[in-house]
């Protein structure tokens, strides 16, 4: 049974506008939520990280939402560059493990 | 340049011929720890390594094995290799097992077990 969720495989939107990538959990016992991003043929990078102590956590173009109640995080890139376009997977840990359980992936694509 | 090294990127083998994945990191990371990735799965950790001589299993350590004997390098093994060990591999690391914002990963390793 998958603990974390990427429901939409693949999401396309048009360059400047808002990308919204989803990303559901199962484990109450998981506290620490990431979003890495992979291009093809390269290994994932880290993008952003919350813990379940905030809601809400920014760097530059990239926010992350957590809601705890509804078990469900989401990234928002706002604006969207083509630059963008990447397979973006999202993951949870827990305090007792440090291993990241990871989604099955979401593939942005931005059309300039 | 910081980075993290995998050998060979792509392998095709047959089963049974034991073969070695090799990583190695020039940052000084205490963890390292590998992946595979397999379509419509995500990543699973396979084993990680919190320092030396330190190496524990992860969710998917059947059929491999680890090494830890220096800092910088993280050997995967398959002693007999199988068909459902295809996948694509990553070895990761990073300071210290938490530190998820300063992780590296390498390029990726694509094996194929006939």
């Known amino acids: 049974d998958q603990q974390v969720k990427q429901n939409s495989p693949s999401l396309s939107v048009q360059e400047g506008r808002i990308s919204i990538l989803n990303c559901d959990y199962t484990?109450?016992?998981?506290?620490?939520f990431l979003w890495y991003k992979k291009y093809p043929a390269e290994g994932p990078t880290f993008l952003i990280s919350i813990s379940s102590i905030k809601d809400k956590n920014e760097d530059g173009r990239f926010t992350v939402f957590l809601n705890k109640s509804a078990k469900h995080l989401s990234l928002h890139i706002v604006p969207s560059q083509p630059g963008d376009s990447a397979v973006y997977f999202c993951a949870a840990a827990s305090g007792g493990s440090y291993i990241p359980t990871f989604g099955r992936g979401t593939s942005l694509i931005v059309h300039p | 340049e910081a980075q993290v090294t995998q050998n060979p990127r792509y392998l095709i083998t047959v089963t049974g011929k034991k073969l070695t994945v090799t990583c190695s990191q020039n940052?000084?990371?205490?963890?390292m720890s590998w992946y595979r990735q397999d379509p419509g799965l995500g990543l699973r950790q396979i084993y990680y390594?919190?320092?030396?001589?330190?190496?524990d299993k992860g969710d998917v350590p059947e059929g491999y094995k680890v090494s830890r004997k220096e800092k910088r390098n993280f050997p995967l093994i398959l002693e007999s290799p199988s068909p459902n060990q295809t996948s694509l591999y990553f070895c990761a690391s990073s300071p210290d097992r938490t530190s998820y914002n300063e992780q590296f990963f390498g390029p990726g390793t694509r094996l194929t077990v006939l």
């Open positions: 940052m000084n990371h205490e963890y």
């Open positions: 484990n109450s016992m998981f506290d620490y």
């Open positions: 390594s919190m320092n030396v001589e330190v190496t």
